[in-house]
């Protein structure tokens, strides 16, 4: 009775050994990142389905590191600190939607490699690019929770600058 024990235990230890093998196989060869999945809706009611709670966990999981969050903190010296904040103490609302779109699709730009030329300290990270990480709709969702940290004014400023310089979509 003993032996049969060990063996069934045996069989489902090695069975659930095998599972996630497969799973993490499929994962990587099918190129799946944990992370977008895990942020992407899930399960009805387990995830956030409003767009700016989406974008707030989107922000949290690739931004955060790198950008800080909605607190403002006192620059030493004041001016930029790269990478600079998207809080109401940065700029970031000064760029245009679509601009802003570009640089988390795609990478760093000549404007943000001019300002990490003049600001970053040196080994600073520069601006990856999200397009393979992020659907549109991710990435305006995270926009839309940037847009949280600024004020009226800011905002106002944003999308008076989107009108003017983004195609109509």
């Known amino acids: ?30 190129g799946w990142r944990l992370e ?10 387990l995830f956030p389905q409003n767009q700016i709670e989406r974008g707030e966990r989107l922000y ?4 955060f590191r790198c950008h800080g969050g909605p607190e403002v903190t006192p620059r030493p010296g004041g001016g930029i600190i790269y990478p600079p904040s998207h809080n109401s103490s940065g700029d970031t609302w000064r760029h245009p939607d679509c601009e802003l779109a570009a640089i988390v699709r795609d990478g760093g730009d ?3 490699r001019a ?3 003049s600001s970053a300290p040196p080994g600073a990270p520069e601006m ?6 992020l659907s549109a709709e991710e990435i305006n969702a995270v926009l839309a929770y940037i847009k949280t940290m600024w004020t009226p004014d800011e905002r106002e400023t944003n999308e008076r600058l989107t009108r003017d310089s983004c195609p109509a979509s």
């Open 110 to 112: 000549d404007m943000t």
């Open 36 to 45: 977008t999945l895990a942020w992407s809706g899930g399960p009805a009611g």
């Open 128 to 133: 990856p690019a999200f397009n393979e990480r």
């Open 60 to 63: 949290n999981v690739f931004c």
């Open 115 to 117: 300002l990490r030329a």
């Open 1 to 30: 009775m003993h032996d049969r024990a060990l063996r069934i235990i045996e069989r489902f230890v090695v069975g659930l050994g095998l599972t996630s093998l497969a799973i993490a196989l499929v994962l990587i060869f099918t």
